[in-house]
T-cell receptor, first 114, second 109 residues
């Protein structure tokens, strides 16, 4: 499968713990996006990278959230001191180019905070 | 601020019936509009974008700037069209997507 991959697919954690998710984009895609989706809502933008540079962060991304894309390939999204409100599906997408090209989505990581 | 509104959560039709999934948007500039679809147990994928003016799987969508709408239409629904459909808007400056809440289309035999 040469599409966008995400790991893990499911994560259950206790409140207050830290979690880290990984996204591997389609190779040669220079843009990588993170979205969050809660029940009954569409995906909401969190942040995006062009190569290794993080170009925009949503106000939804509190200081407990951090994302990296160190070599312009895979990306990680870390949530520190998780809260129950962080329970959601975290989606990663990638695209090629610098304008509004098609975004290819991964299967998502479902986070449950107990 | 940009916003996408999908006023209905569920549309249930019989096979062969016409389908119209509504989408309205709010954006001050010139947006790019998209329809994404998610079939059962599959990932979110692009169905069509307004700029390409294509018909994909029999679906079409016309951007109406006067009414700020981008409704998705299909004249004859098929059972395999059953899925979750999201309307999305892109800011051309950085291409992040703003999604609506989505609508479930159920096509009954």
């Amino acid at each position: 499968d040469t599409g966008v991959s995400q790991d893990p697919r499911h994560k259950i954690t206790k409140r207050g713990q830290n979690v880290t998710f990984r996204c591997d984009p389609i190779s040669e895609h220079n843009r990588l996006y993170w979205y969050r989706q809660t029940l009954g809502q569409g995906p909401e933008f969190l942040t995006y990278f062009q190569n290794e540079a993080q170009l925009e962060k949503s106000r939804l991304l509190s200081d407990r959230f951090s994302a990296e894309r160190p070599k312009g390939s895979f990306s990680t999204l870390e949530i520190q001191r998780t809260e129950q409100g962080d329970s959601a599906m975290y989606l990663c997408a990638s695209s090629y180019g610098t304008s509004s090209y098609e975004q290819y989505f991964g299967p998502g990581t479902r986070l449950t905070v107990t | 601020a940009q916003r996408v509104t999908q006023p209905e959560k569920l549309l249930s039709v019989f096979k062969g019936a016409p389908v119209e999934l509504k989408c309205n948007y709010s954006y001050s500039g010139s947006p790019e509009l998209f329809w994404y679809v998610q079939y059962s147990r599959q990932r979110l994928q692009l169905l069509l974008r307004h700029i390409s003016r294509e018909s994909i799987k029999g679906f079409t969508a016309d951007l109406n700037k006067g009414e700020t709408s981008f409704h998705l239409k299909k004249p004859f629904a098929q059972e395999e069209d059953s899925a979750m459909y999201y309307c999305a808007l892109s800011d051309q400056a950085n291409s992040k997507l703003t999604f609506g809440k989505g609508i479930t289309l159920s096509v009954r035999p």
